[in-house]
């Protein structure tokens, strides 16, 4: 399922369109509906976008309740330089983009108990504290993986994106602890592979997304936005501001064969907006709470009570000193088997200051989940507690630290779409298929789950669809 709008070009815009101008309300500004919105009102229709919280940007959320200077970010992080898409949109708005740095040699690992190192372990993969069979022991966890999958990476260095259409047909059906079990891993195997990719929480859901992800070089040749992610939703906000209404919860739709009425509340009452057309660019968890008439068909509705949604909790920490730094250690992340299950070093820091912020715990699935039971205040301390098993000098240096977890979030009610074995085939047609006059859009209506690409594909896509509607 190749999508065509992944090779949109932003600066071009749409091709103009001499039918008659539209009215849309767009429900949520986070990156999709931003988009919608955007490429609509630079073609001369109206939009409206809807917006229930008093911020704009969905999983694209910088914090900077830290000290002067300094900012983390709480959803969005990074921008693969195989999303073409996310970058032209970056370099349309002037934004500086920066390195992020996926690996580091001096990064420590910390498994089983030992402190040890990224290099040492690629060095000598006997060390690792896992029960592997004898062959798997002369292997980095990277090597089986490549030696697992050389025929699909074959296929799609051949053939290219198509390719994953015939992925996703032969192993949909595949979790990630399936295929590997029949490529022959062993239980010691899978294990390693989970902690070290960070994927243990998620071994039993699609193969095929991470497939997409990983042989589709989603993690290779990062960068970031410098000055924080959220400086592209304030971009496209800029553009658009007249046009966006804040504190506006919607709560339900009705369509006709003429046009549609959106009802929403706001601190002030309840109001309603009439248009041609309606864009749903919020995600699955909250829009099942809103009352359409008619109502939607079955399969949309199936689609929105079943697709997997994944939990993800972060955990940041303030320290006086980057005390990392001493040890060589810029950017690249420290896989553990602890609760925090990932620690991942910033990048870039200022030069002024000595100051810096540790993503401390970056955890997805029921790790996450368990994360966000706690009070922020637990979040924090056993946090700190885990991290000083790997760095003591963090306990010396913490100054203050945040945390957010998104299942907890109102607004969201969980991090990013995933699918599970079979639900790109059973799911994603009904899942982006427009109803009457409304269009839906978000990064769960693309197939790049959890990116900022997938959430502007769509938001390409619906905005497309109704500018060519007659």
């Not at 992020?100 to 000598?124: D, T």
């Not at 899978?190 to 990719?197: A, T």
């Not at 912020?357 to 924090?380: C, E, K, M, N």
């Not at 010396?396 to 639900?423: H, I, K, M, R, T």
Request: hydrophobic share 40%; charged share 25%; glycine share 8%.
């Amino acid at each position: 399922m190749s999508l065509p709008e992944a090779d949109y070009d932003p600066v071009q815009g749409m091709e103009p369109n001499v039918r008659s101008k539209k009215r849309i309300v767009v429900i949520g500004a986070g990156m999709a509906g931003l988009a919608v919105a955007f490429e609509l009102a630079r073609q001369g229709h109206e939009p409206c976008v809807l917006e229930a919280q008093n911020r704009v940007g969905g999983r694209v959320y910088t914090l900077r309740n830290f000290a002067p200077g300094l900012h983390a970010e709480a959803g969005a992080m990074r921008i693969p330089r195989a999303h073409a898409l996310t970058l032209r949109y970056c370099d349309m708005f002037g934004l500086r983009l920066r390195p992020f740095i996926m690996e580091c040699p001096h990064a420590p690992l910390y498994l089983a108990g030992r402190r040890m190192s990224w290099r040492g372990l690629k060095s000598h993969p006997e060390k690792s504290p896992f029960e592997l069979t004898e062959r798997e022991r002369s292997y980095t966890y990277e090597e089986l993986w490549n030696q697992a999958t050389r025929e699909i990476r074959d296929l799609v260095d051949s053939v290219g994106a198509s390719a994953f259409d015939e992925l996703s047909q032969k192993y949909g059906q595949y979790s990630i602890r399936s295929f590997l079990l029949e490529r022959g891993y062993s239980e010691g195997a899978l294990e390693l592979y989970g902690i070290m990719s960070f994927r243990e929480a998620n071994m039993n859901t699609s193969i095929v997304e991470h497939f997409r992800e990983i042989i589709g070089h989603a993690f290779d040749d990062m960068v970031e936005i410098q000055g924080g992610m959220d400086l592209l939703s304030e971009a496209f906000f800029r553009k658009i501001s007249p046009y966006v209404h804040l504190g506006a919860r919607v709560y339900a739709v009705d369509q006709s064969s003429r046009g549609v009425v959106v009802h929403y509340r706001t601190a002030a009452g309840e109001f309603s907006e009439a248009a041609d057309y309606c864009v749903c660019a919020i995600p699955f968890g909250v829009l099942r709470h809103l009352d359409f008439t008619p109502p939607l068909s079955k399969g949309k509705y199936h689609a929105i009570r079943a697709l997997n949604y994944n939990p993800s909790t972060k955990i940041l920490l303030q320290v006086q000193h980057r005390f990392w730094e001493e040890e060589g250690i810029v950017g690249g992340a420290t896989a553990t088997d602890l609760p925090i299950r990932r620690i991942v070093y910033p990048s870039h820091s200022p030069d002024d200051d000595q100051r810096g912020v540790l993503l401390a715990s970056y955890t997805w699935g029921q790790d996450a989940a368990r994360w966000g039971a706690l009070s922020p205040a637990d979040r924090i301390s056993l946090a700190l507690k885990d991290v000083a098993k790997i760095h003591p000098a963090v306990l010396d240096e913490f100054e203050g630290g945040a945390s957010y977890a998104w299942y907890n979030d109102p607004f969201c009610v969980g991090a990013f779409a995933l699918f599970e074995p079979g639900q790109e085939a059973d799911l994603y047609n009904d899942i982006v298929r427009p109803e009457g006059r409304v269009h839906f859009a978000g990064e769960h209506c693309s197939l790049w789950h959890a990116w900022i690409q997938g959430a502007l594909e769509s938001g390409v896509r619906a905005a497309q669809l109704i500018h060519e509607s007659r």
